[in-house]
């Protein structure tokens, strides 16, 4: 399509509309809170404001081959916590876990109703590949998502790009942004807001991007930029744990999971030597159990001591479980069986390598996001925030993003109850944004790219913030390098030039992406310890504190214009040692 | 990775406002060029998901691994069915692998009356 191209701000056209309750971004938790606040409450007008297109949109894109934590029968809740408190190295917000694990098996319980396929054993019960994961088929799991979102009543305004909240003081009654095909302003009024965008992809460059053409060749969703995040920073959300950097294990070039082969079809991961070195050096931590971040971590050690090449060594799996593994993959990253086929490679007689994958800001997988009350409600007012933007849970994966959809909608449908209609004067706030959203529009042809900023962003937090070109190691020095540089870029976003629509949202996204990067810097230089080596390795504080044995959190003073930093203590709800999963 | 339009079978939905796969595309990346079809406007920023391959109704669009990580030419085609998927992968060797795996419960049987090729 040609996209109707402004020549100044006054020829934007703008749309308003007003909801009960505002989602941003219709991911699967997204979807889950509206399909909720809708069951609750049919009457309520529920709008979902969506980026891309939601049958297609956010981390289920291509689809998933497994629900990572599912409770089984023999399980309670206490003891997916004590699972999940070890994996993530003790730090988690036990009593929102608790929560989610209460509910974590209704929306995929619900999701196999609408059609989702589960793979079963001869009970007919869920098949579990590990202790806590089943498999599944969910190619189309996204599609079937949305389709029952629509059905359910829920609005979804396609192809609009979130940008800033919108405040009636110090409360949140919705947010604006703009029309990445039609080039218009938006402003969404809600009486509750639900922010559900989806974590921060792009802040690091990847090994696999070096000057070629495969810039998103990475594991996570490249369209989630950390704008719900960048968009609660600005306002002076309170965010906890950022530090605690998502990487893994990817199959080497692809960047692609690995669990699929080596936890469903029991590969052992082997270094050159052909040492099964989890087992052999990392015993004491779980061996092949360990904590992801040892996982994570230990194959670059390998590397480092002269031991690499590091694989998954596939070569005793028998044809048919190749097929079936290739299967696996068809439903959740299928071109990783292209890539496979592209380079000739027979995993029968060839194993897979491996090696880590640029880190990633994500509260699906650690803690780093939104710090939350019980009712997910963030430290503003009307605003509550559910899947990877959530933060203080680590392992929630899909199932887990899914139930804290459920958990933030009840959140929000009780707090409007007390909420009349919203009748405060917003202009003021509506054209300073329309302005800052289009700037770049109208810029001098002489700026800067988006691609060019993002690129040296991703460069300088490669090198400076511990990325993977530097095995994830960084010292107080190099941080503050880091700092330095996302600073003046910030300064100099004011000379971004897009051509068009396309080119705004890059744009917009380069600057959610700085603000992300910065709080990160902050909270990796007040952890003066590594507490998981590989998501944090402090080269100057290489051992643990035990004064640092609390969340680290930060909140943007909007004041000085400066991030404090600061902490809060560990709350034990499950009995036993941290450390431990006691199972 | 990038998707490739193949241009002799593209006709950019011309019953579409927007032609399905710019519809449907996470990144914002397909649209349609001056010539009536459709293009990936900066392949580099594709993840390739798949999404515009699997809704093309003319089945015009491929994923393609770009040199650097993998070899010419390797292919990997989807033909969506009924509660199903047939994948077809042809290796740089020219060996072939068929996949047909389920993606929808409804009305799914174990009947081989489905419209796979």
Known sequence: MTQSQPNNLDEIQEEHLEADILIIGGGNAGCFAAIEAKKMNSKLKVIIMEKAHIDRSGCLAGGMDAINTYLPKDKTPEDLVRWSRAQAGGLLREDLALEISRCLNEPIEEWERWGLPIKKNDNGDAKYRGQWDISIQGSEMKPILAEKTREMGAEVVNRVVATNLLFDGEKVVGAMGFGVRDGKFYSIKGKATIVATGGAGGLYKPYTNDGNDSHHQIWYCPFDTGTGYAMGIRAGAEMTTFEMRWAAVRTKDFNGPIDTISVCYKTPMVNAKGEKFLAERYAEYGGDKAPRYIRANAPMEEVLAGRGPIYVDTRQMTPEQIKEMKTDYLNERPSFVLHLAANGHDIGKEPIEVYGSDPYIVGGHTASGYWLDENWQTTLPGLFACGDVAGGVPNKFVGGCGAEGLLSARGAVAYIESIGDLNCDLTEQLSAEKARIFSPLFTNEDGVLPRWMEEKMQRIMDEYAGGVHQFYRMNEERLDNALRHIRKMKEQVRFLYAKDLHELMLAHEVIDRLDVAEVLIYHLKYRKETRWPGWQTRMDYPEKNSALDCFVNSKLNRDTGEVEVFTRPYEQIVPGDRYEPNL | ?117
């Open chain 2, 1 to 117: 990775m990038a998707p490739k339009v193949l241009l002799n079978k593209c006709d950019g939905c011309k019953a579409e406002k927007e032609p399905l796969c710019e519809q449907i595309c996470p990144g914002d990346l397909m649209t349609l060029g001056t010539n009536g079809k459709a293009i990936c406007r900066d392949p580099r920023d594709c993840w390739d998901c798949m999404s515009c391959v699997k809704i093309c109704p003319q089945g015009a669009i491929e994923t393609r691994v770009p040199y650097q990580i993998g070899y010419h030419e390797a292919k990997l085609i989807p033909m969506m069915g009924t509660n199903r998927i047939t994948w077809t992968c042809v290796d740089i060797d020219g060996n072939v692998e068929r996949f047909v795996v389920k993606n929808h419960n409804e009305a799914d049987d174990d009947n081989d009356d489905d419209d796979d090729d």
